[in-house]
């Protein structure tokens, strides 16, 4: 398994994530299929101009196969700007370590470029698998909040994880 940054060509694997009824389920519910190329474009550009760690999972050595996506960026919360991990895993990758894997790698790329400083995660407070990958990375609870996305508010678990400050 290794990563890579996103290409414009991703778009299907967007798709299959973004979506997918299942893989959104704890998102609040599929996006749709209208405006993933933007999105994926967008993506791209965010890695170019290096405002975002935007990674697929690719599991084996076939750079077109991937089996999903890790992501580091900057986002507001309680009006302040922090980092912000997330990931998903297509549904036939899940069960396989890739997630905790390709979380990782990206946090070991932080421990090494000090980009980001302390890294905070949102997953959703029924999510069991994402919440134990936080407690498994050594992440620290703060309990659990309110946050908007994708146009509601999202039950989730915060977890914060410390890393070298950015410099």
């Not at 290096?50 to 697929?56: F, N, S, V």
């Not at 309680?78 to 894997?101: N, R, S």
């Not at 919440?131 to 309110?146: D, V």
Request: glycine content about 10%.
């Amino acid at each position: 398994m290794h990563l890579r940054d996103v290409r414009l060509d991703d778009v299907e694997a967007y798709v299959r994530m973004r979506c997918d009824p299942v893989m959104m389920s704890e998102l609040g519910g599929p996006q749709p299929r209208a405006g993933i190329e933007a999105k994926v474009a967008s993506d791209v550009a965010q890695v170019a101009a290096g405002t975002a760690w935007i990674c697929m999972v690719v599991p084996g050595d076939d750079e077109a196969e991937v089996a999903g996506s890790v992501v580091i960026w900057a986002s507001e919360h309680d009006g302040a700007t922090v980092a912000e991990v997330g990931w998903m895993v297509l549904q036939e990758h899940q069960g396989q370590g890739l997630a905790k894997a390709a979380v990782r790698l990206l946090l070991d790329r932080n421990q090494v470029e000090r980009r980001w400083g302390p890294i905070h995660a949102f997953p959703g407070v029924t999510n069991a698998a994402s919440n134990a990958l936080c407690r498994s990375l050594g992440f620290s609870s703060r309990g659990e909040e309110g946050i908007e996305f994708a146009g509601g508010v999202f039950r989730c678990n915060h977890w914060v994880l410390e890393q070298p400050a950015p410099g």
